[in-house]
């Protein structure tokens, strides 16, 4: 089946810097692609839609100068946690579709972030 | 898209098959009814989705009542290895944002 890659699987931090999450289609190119935000004990809360070529589109509540999006190519998009908090801490998915025939996304593994 | 009701855990033997319902009352014609899965500290994973008819993989069969206002997810023969978190969407666009509601919880014991 198709598969979805994150980069980094777990990242630590100091407070104030900044942490750029990788999310790639391995076999299968995707104009649109998903970042969502999990908290412990928590479900899955969509935090933008990313689309290649184009700005990205966030779900109210969401900061985007602080969660910056880039989708440059049908099989990478990156989550840029900017200036991170500790309470940005969290596990960060992404998900894609094919641009084609197929009925469903894929998931990445996730990226757990610590921000000290 | 409208939203699903699911128990918010249950148990389940080994090698036993584990039903696992879904009330969607206010699900649209144009709504599939799709399920993914959990396991701790991982990505979902796709299950099974349908529109109308019951369905049937690898992985699950999913029954869809005639009036489509609940659902099914039965998992045949259940391991230990599908302890997750079971979640029940509804989406008139797979390729599109998915909610995600709290699922249910489902511990297989042996």
């Known amino acids: 089946g198709a598969v979805v890659s994150q980069h980094p699987s777990r990242v630590i931090c100091k407070s104030g810097t900044s942490v750029k999450i990788e999310c790639r289609s391995l076999?299968?190119?995707?104009?649109?692609m998903f970042w969502y935000r999990q908290f412990p004990k928590q479900s899955l809360m969509l935090m933008a839609t990313?689309?290649?070529?184009?700005?990205?589109?966030?779900e109210q509540g969401v900061e985007k100068d602080k969660f910056l999006i880039n989708h440059a190519s049908l099989t990478l998009s990156t989550l840029t946690v900017t200036s991170a908090h500790p309470e940005d801490s969290s596990f960060y998915i992404c998900?894609?579709?094919?641009?084609?025939?197929?009925?469903?996304?894929?998931f990445g593994p996730g990226t757990r972030l610590l921000v000290l | 898209d409208a939203k699903t009701t699911q128990p918010p855990s249950m148990d389940c033997a080994e090698g036993r098959a584990a039903n696992l319902p879904c009330n969607h009352s206010?699900?649209?014609?144009?709504?599939?009814v799709y399920w993914y899965r959990q396991i701790h500290s991982q990505g979902p994973q796709y299950i099974i989705h349908?529109?109308?008819n019951n369905e049937t993989n690898e992985m699950a069969s999913l029954i869809i009542t005639e009036d489509r206002k609940s659902s099914t997810l039965i998992l045949p023969h259940a391991t230990l290895r599908d302890t997750a978190v079971y979640y029940c969407?509804?989406?008139?666009?797979?390729?599109?944002?998915?909610?995600f509601g709290a699922g249910t919880q489902v511990v297989v014991t042996p």
């Open positions: 998900s894609a579709g094919r641009t084609s025939g197929q009925e469903t996304q894929y």
């Open positions: 076999d299968f190119q995707a104009t649109t």
């Open positions: 990313s689309n290649e070529g184009s700005k990205a589109t966030y």
């Open positions: 206010t699900i649209s014609g144009n709504e599939y």
């Open positions: 349908g529109l109308k």
């Open positions: 969407i509804l989406t008139t666009d797979s390729w599109g944002k998915l909610q």
